[in-house]
């Protein structure tokens, strides 16, 4: 099975609103991923966790908070987003170790109004 | 630095014609992998192919093959014989062997492929 799973795929909200993203494998990968997306650019990293912890945080505001409840779930929190925010938010996960090749999932598509 | 430079944009081909996708890299590390990634309008990236800097052998997979040259730093991809199921963007990428960049992927900006009937 090398499926990574997302939900929802698609997500409208307010800029007050509080919602969560999901993300989930069963590949036995220890390092998980997200990704933020915008029209006709490539993925731009936001955060990484390895071994469930947090690894790489690429200076991500605040208002986008990850968790890595165990190994086979990713969540994005989400709270306060701006409409610039809006993307596609793409999930990967691997095995820990760099060459590995990331499997990504397919993406939540988040509109902020 | 790591870079990844895909300098075509776009490219439109027929049908049956082949097409390459070049890809040019630029790194200090000894110890580097390249990966190439399609992304069809669905929005999900499908890995195609993981190269590994101490391995020049150059691969095939049914119509895709894949060159890859460290003395001029490219890792190119080609389809043979296009079909209008090719038609996404391909995006080249690089992730290092040290440990301060391990787990970063560096993309190219992709490259949008558009094949016609």
Same mark, same amino acid.
């Given at each position: 099975d090398t499926e990574v799973t997302q939900t929802p795929k698609h997500l409208v909200m307010g800029m007050t609103n509080k919602k969560s993203l999901k993300c989930e494998q069963?590949? *036995?990968?220890r390092a998980m991923y997200w990704y933020k997306q915008k029209a006709k650019k490539p993925p731009e990293l936001m955060f990484v966790y390895s071994y469930e912890k947090? +690894?790489?945080? &690429? +200076?991500? /505001? +605040? %208002?986008f908070s990850p968790e890595c409840p165990n190994s086979s779930l990713l969540n994005l929190h989400l709270h =306060?987003? !701006? /409409? &610039?925010?809006s993307a596609l938010y793409l999930c990967a996960s691997s =095995?820990? %170790? *760099?060459y590995n090749e990331q499997f990504f999932g397919p993406g939540t598509r988040l509109t902020v109004l | 630095a790591q870079k990844v430079t895909q300098a075509q944009t776009e490219i439109s081909v027929v049908e049956k014609e082949d097409v390459t996708l070049d890809c040019v890299y630029e790194t200090r590390d000894t110890t580097y992998y390249l990966f190439w990634y399609k992304q069809p309008p669905s929005g999900e990236l499908v890995f195609l192919i993981r190269r590994n800097s101490f391995d020049e052998q150059n691969e095939i997979s049914g119509r895709y093959s894949w060159n890859f040259q460290k003395s001029t730093s490219s890792f190119n991809f080609t389809i043979t014989?296009? !079909?209008?199921?090719? +038609?996404a963007v391909y995006f080249c990428a690089l992730r290092g062997g040290r440990g301060s960049t391990l787990g970063r992927l560096y993309f190219g900006r992709g490259t949008q492929l558009t094949v016609w009937p």
């Amino acid at each position: 099975d090398t499926e990574v799973t997302q939900t929802p795929k698609h997500l409208v909200m307010g800029m007050t609103n509080k919602k969560s993203l999901k993300c989930e494998q069963h590949m *036995g990968h220890r390092a998980m991923y997200w990704y933020k997306q915008k029209a006709k650019k490539p993925p731009e990293l936001m955060f990484v966790y390895s071994y469930e912890k947090l +690894s790489i945080n &690429e +200076s991500v /505001p +605040s %208002r986008f908070s990850p968790e890595c409840p165990n190994s086979s779930l990713l969540n994005l929190h989400l709270h =306060a987003l !701006q /409409p &610039e925010d809006s993307a596609l938010y793409l999930c990967a996960s691997s =095995a820990p %170790r *760099g060459y590995n090749e990331q499997f990504f999932g397919p993406g939540t598509r988040l509109t902020v109004l | 630095a790591q870079k990844v430079t895909q300098a075509q944009t776009e490219i439109s081909v027929v049908e049956k014609e082949d097409v390459t996708l070049d890809c040019v890299y630029e790194t200090r590390d000894t110890t580097y992998y390249l990966f190439w990634y399609k992304q069809p309008p669905s929005g999900e990236l499908v890995f195609l192919i993981r190269r590994n800097s101490f391995d020049e052998q150059n691969e095939i997979s049914g119509r895709y093959s894949w060159n890859f040259q460290k003395s001029t730093s490219s890792f190119n991809f080609t389809i043979t014989a296009s !079909q209008v199921v090719d +038609s996404a963007v391909y995006f080249c990428a690089l992730r290092g062997g040290r440990g301060s960049t391990l787990g970063r992927l560096y993309f190219g900006r992709g490259t949008q492929l558009t094949v016609w009937p």
